[in-house]
């Protein structure tokens, strides 16, 4: 059965997730370092893992199965939920893929040496409503073509 994995921390479709997950009845994990309300779902599992650096993706990583989905913004960890053969995909409904990840891993790198020289300043967009309608529509694509496959 295919289970979904949240990192949560900063996460702006945990809502959204559960939405998908409650109507295919698919156990859930939501990661996180702390500040994240609980759920009364028993398909629902809170972690809170110690606070630092990766943590939530560690656990995430060492847990996550061939079949699974993690929503994660984190390119790190979505390369690592690839390398098990397991799903990724963004809040903003973008699906990580195997042929994408090196590159989506060297801009990630790329951006962060900019931001450390001060030539790029700037964040991401704000999350918009039409981000938000399109995660929920990827992931439900995202969900049936999983549960087929297995």
């Known amino acids: 059965m295919t289970e979904i994995y949240i990192d949560a921390d900063a996460c702006p479709v945990k809502e959204e997730t559960l939405r998908v997950a409650r109507r295919h009845k698919l156990k859930t994990y939501i990661v996180s370092d702390g500040g994240v309300r609980p759920e009364r779902d028993v398909l629902v599992e809170m972690v809170y893992v110690a606070s630092g650096e990766d943590a939530a993706d560690n656990w995430i990583a060492e847990h996550i199965d061939a079949g699974d989905i993690c929503v994660t913004n984190d390119i790190r960890l979505a390369a690592r939920c690839l390398d098990v053969n397991a799903k990724a995909i963004k809040p903003s409904g973008e699906p990580f893929t195997q042929a ?25 967009a ?15 694509q995202l969900v ?5 496959g297995r």
């Open 100 to 124: 994408g990840i090196g590159m989506a891993v060297a801009n990630r790198n790329l951006m962060a040496d900019l931001r450390e020289t001060g030539a790029v300043t700037g964040g991401p």
């Open 126 to 140: 704000p999350f918009s409503k039409s981000d938000r309608s399109r995660f929920l529509d990827k992931l439900e």
């Open 144 to 148: 049936r073509a999983t549960q087929r």
